[in-house]
């Protein structure tokens, strides 16, 4: 079943805003991984996160791998338009191999 | 640079009729990955291969077969298609731990 729990499941925000969402897990992971989808497409890598307490950042996003390893969160500062979209986290789950396990997502829109 | 191409992108199909979807990655990646997408479900892992000659189940594996002949192609099937399976279809393809490349989907209803 879903390992991952993913939220908030949907926002609505206004153009300028900041936004914030996170994923959290009862397992270890060894690597949590964000991307984002546009309609009609696959998802697309947005930022990876392989060490435990990491914090990287793309431009007006910035993640965090959390201290535990059990959580991460993804914040947008300053939303725009094409900002809209789904946005995943996935991971892969200490001595599980490769595969990646996905949260169930949240979906942005962005009110200009 | 094609990346990872799925074929078709678009089916419809009846009740009970078979198919086959191909993946197609030209990145020489060994782990491929065959991911259902739901509304308000996530991606949820159907089969996997590490591997050429390799397959293993993932979450969902009921009424799907997989095979990986060739390095380069994971090819889905669906041997009797029920209407459960309407869905958006995702192959990916990755080269060991870490960044999953996508195709753009594959939408497969069933009547």
């Known amino acids: 079943g879903q390992q991952l729990n993913q939220s908030p499941q949907s926002m609505f925000i206004q153009e300028g805003e900041d936004v914030s969402m996170n994923c959290t897990s009862s397992s270890i992971f060894n690597t949590w991984l964000w991307y984002k989808q546009d309609p009609g497409e696959g998802p697309v890598l947005l930022i990876a996160l392989y060490k435990a307490g990491e914090l990287t950042s793309n431009g007006r996003l910035t993640a965090q791998f959390g201290i535990t390893r059990k959580d991460s969160f993804l914040n947008i500062s300053a939303s725009i338009p094409s900002d809209v979209g789904i946005y995943f986290c996935?991971?892969?789950?200490?001595?599980?191999?490769?595969?990646?396990?996905f949260g169930q997502g949240t979906e942005l829109s962005v009110k200009p | 640079n094609a990346g990872v191409t799925q074929t078709p992108k678009f089916r419809v199909l009846k009740t009970g009729q078979s198919m086959t979807l191909l993946c197609a990655q030209d990145?020489?990646?060994?782990?491929m990955y065959w991911y259902r997408q739901d509304p308000g479900m996530g991606l949820r892992l159907i089969h996997y291969?590490?591997?050429?000659?390799?397959?293993a189940k993932g979450e969902v594996p009921d009424g799907y077969n997989v095979s990986r002949l060739k390095k380069q192609n994971f090819l889905l099937g669906l041997e009797s298609a029920a209407p459960s399976q309407t869905s958006v279809y995702f192959c990916a393809s990755q080269l060991a731990f870490g960044e999953l490349f996508f195709g753009e989907g594959s939408r497969l209803t069933v009547l």
């Open positions: 996935a991971g892969n789950i200490y001595n599980q191999g490769g595969k990646l396990i």
């Open positions: 291969s590490v591997g050429e000659g390799t397959t």
């Open positions: 990145m020489n990646h060994e782990y």
